[in-house]
């Protein structure tokens, strides 16, 4: 069975400052892996995705994340976080045939 | 182009009463899913679709839950009888195809008294 670890439930960076949000995931074969960001009183949006190829993928709002097979991890990295990136991340495992399974969420506190 | 439409995106009723949310999914995506999301138990699927077909409902909290997709342009999660426990945001999202990106609505806050 597919699943997902996102190990920080709540994280404080201060503006400027760079960011990581860590996730490891479970699945048997080659993940299709996401993350996603919630604001508050809104549904969750997409900021980037893998599939396959090139390990090191760039997302929306100056985001990128790093798939890394032999840790199993799809970390989410920001050089400089803005004030306006406070919200919640999940992370999620997926499968060409099959429904996503989303982490429990990380929390960014962004300082001023 | 108009993205996943929920509605009401707010509702209050009283405990014992029918709850009925709705979801419009974009236009030409094969795969529906709705969520329950809360604080103590966070994002849970509750089911999903495929061209209209449930394909998963393994989520679906009790007998007292029911999701149905007439046509491929709308989707109902019904609660009847509904109970306090049910208070939460339900969200719906919709993907191209099962494993793709999911889109997500902005969801509907339910209060049962």
């Known amino acids: 069975a597919q699943s997902v670890t996102q190990p920080d439930i709540h994280i404080t960076v201060s503006e400027g400052a760079s960011l990581e949000l860590r996730c490891n995931y479970s699945?048997?074969?080659?993940?299709?892996l996401f993350w996603y960001v919630q604001s508050p009183g809104q549904g969750l949006q997409l900021l980037l995705k893998?599939?396959?190829?090139?390990?090191l993928v760039q997302g929306i709002k100056g985001f990128e994340a790093e798939f890394k097979r032999s840790q199993s991890s799809f970390n989410l990295r920001k050089p400089s976080v803005h004030w306006s990136d406070a919200a919640e991340y999940f992370c999620a495992v997926g499968a060409f045939a099959g429904k996503s399974t989303f982490g429990d969420g990380t929390t960014l506190t962004v300082k001023p | 182009d108009a993205g996943v439409i929920q509605s009401p995106r707010h509702e209050v009723t009283e405990m014992g009463q029918e709850v009925t949310l709705r979801c419009k999914p974009i236009?030409?995506?094969?795969?529906l899913f709705w969520y329950r999301q809360t604080m103590m138990r966070g994002l849970e699927l509750l089911i999903y679709?495929?061209?209209?077909?449930?394909?998963?409902d393994s989520g679906m909290p009790e007998d007292r839950f029911s999701a149905k997709m007439p046509n491929a342009s709308f989707s109902t999660l019904k609660i009847q009888p509904s109970e306090p426990r049910d208070s939460a945001v339900y969200f719906c999202?919709?993907?191209?195809?099962?494993?793709?990106?999911?889109?997500f609505g902005d969801g509907t806050r339910l209060s049962i008294l």
């Open positions: 679709f495929n061209n209209n077909v449930p394909i998963d």
């Open positions: 236009s030409g995506h094969n795969s």
């Open positions: 893998y599939f396959s190829g090139d390990t």
């Open positions: 699945y048997g074969a080659t993940p299709y």
């Open positions: 999202a919709s993907s191209l195809d099962r494993g793709q990106p999911q889109h």
